[in-house]
């Protein structure tokens, strides 16, 4: 089945670009990144940025994000999947992130929510984007590592 990813969270202040590679079938289905109730982006997000409980809303989920000046989109455009692990990917179709870097030029770093987006990202892009780069632990329920190293690791790529 092909599917098609969102359109990216960015604004003139986006200083840091957090990549996904596609949008699972919970997000496909609300139409909202990280919507995966086990996900652990915006629980992560919400412990970094000093608020202890994640709102229900993915319009206060967002407000936090662009307050902090962070940016969300994926890797790819369009791909087949079933499912929602990555490794079911197949047929990828990139998304412009040169395109976006250049209408959004505050953008100083990019953050890869987990291997995958990092390894497809630098099959396409790496010869041509050359901003500072961190790959984190998949925020995915698939990732089992336990929160507090996931936490970490963000909270120390976020510089928080």
């Not at 969270?9 to 086990?38: C, F, K």
């Amino acid at each position: 089945m092909k599917i098609k990813s969102f359109p990216p969270i960015v604004n003139p202040q986006t200083r840091v670009l957090i990549l996904g590679t596609m949008p699972g079938a919970a997000s496909l289905a609300q139409s909202e990144y990280y919507a995966h109730p086990q996900n652990q982006f915006w629980k992560i997000m919400f412990t970094i940025f000093a608020y202890r409980t994640t709102p229900e809303t993915f319009v206060e989920k967002v407000k936090l994000i662009q307050q902090n000046h962070i940016g969300l989109w994926d890797v790819l455009q369009y791909c087949e999947r079933e499912g929602s692990l990555d490794s079911n990917i197949k047929n990828p179709e990139e998304n412009d992130l040169p395109g976006l870097l250049k209408q959004y030029p505050n953008i100083q770093k990019i953050i890869f929510n987990g291997q995958e987006s990092h390894r497809l990202f630098h099959k396409k892009f790496g010869h041509l984007i050359h901003l500072e780069k961190h790959i984190m632990p998949s925020t995915s329920p698939a990732h089992t590592l336990e929160f507090e190293h996931k936490l970490a690791a963000w909270q120390k790529a976020l510089n928080h």
